[in-house]
Structures are given as C-alpha cells and as structure tokens.
Nanobody, 120 residues
Framework: QVQLVESGGGLVRAGGSLRLSCAAS????????MGWYRQAPGKQRELVAT???????NYTDAVKGRFTISRDNAKNTVDLQLNSLKPEDTAVYLC??????????????WGQGTQVTVSS
C-alpha cells in the first residue's frame, strides 16, 4: 500500500507563489505516474499536472506557464511550484500516485489534500 503526505499549502495573495510537496512511502516500487489534482467547493476534481517516471509532464491549460511539476524518483517525491497565483486557483490540492500491479490492475492512491487559498 502506498501512503502520500502533502505539505506546503497556505494563504497567499494574487500574484504570489507556493511550493507543494508530496512524499510517497510504502509500496512505491510499482508507481509509474504521479501528479497533482485539485478540487474546489462544488466543483469536480480536476487534473493540474502529471509527471511520469521518465519526467514526461502534462498540464491542464489553466496552469500552463505558471505551474511546474517535478519529481525525484529516488526519493519518491513530487513537487508542484505554483507561480502567478490567481483566485481561481483556490482549491484543495491532492497528490496522486498511479501504480500498476503485477496482474495488470491499476491502483490509484490519493493524499489527504492541502489547502491553497489565493486572495484578490
């Protein structure tokens, strides 16, 4: 079983920056893609950014050019640098780890979430 612990959220003003960190522990050897998602009150959970073990990244259009995802495979950590923050970025940010079991089944683990609040 994989455990994920996020940190780095907080309250910032528009235009500010935050850096979120996620540390994976437990059965990390089967993890392939890791990423960050976010969920605002009353809205669906949405993809923010993902990164593969080969450092291939994918971003939602809303954050392209402002957010940067990075990963340290040896340490089993994934970070998200949030720059030029906007009030629309306010949400609970959740770390995700996607694992493939030996039988081919897919397992998704979610962190508890860290709150990012951007004031105008």
């Amino acid at each position: 079983q994989v455990q994920l612990v996020e940190s780095g959220g907080g309250l910032v003003r528009a235009g500010g920056s935050l850096r979120l960190s996620c540390a994976a522990s437990g059965s990390t050897s089967r993890i392939n893609t890791m990423g960050w998602y976010r969920q605002a009150p009353g809205k669906q959970r949405e993809l923010v950014a993902t990164i593969s073990t080969g450092a291939i990244t994918n971003y939602t259009d809303a954050v392209k050019g402002r957010f940067t995802i990075s990963r340290d495979n040896a340490k089993n950590t994934v970070d998200l640098q949030l720059n030029s923050l906007k009030p629309e970025d306010t949400a609970v940010y959740l770390c995700n780890a996607r694992s493939v079991r030996y039988n081919g089944g897919i397992y998704n683990k979610w962190g508890q979430g860290t709150q990012v609040t951007v004031s105008s």
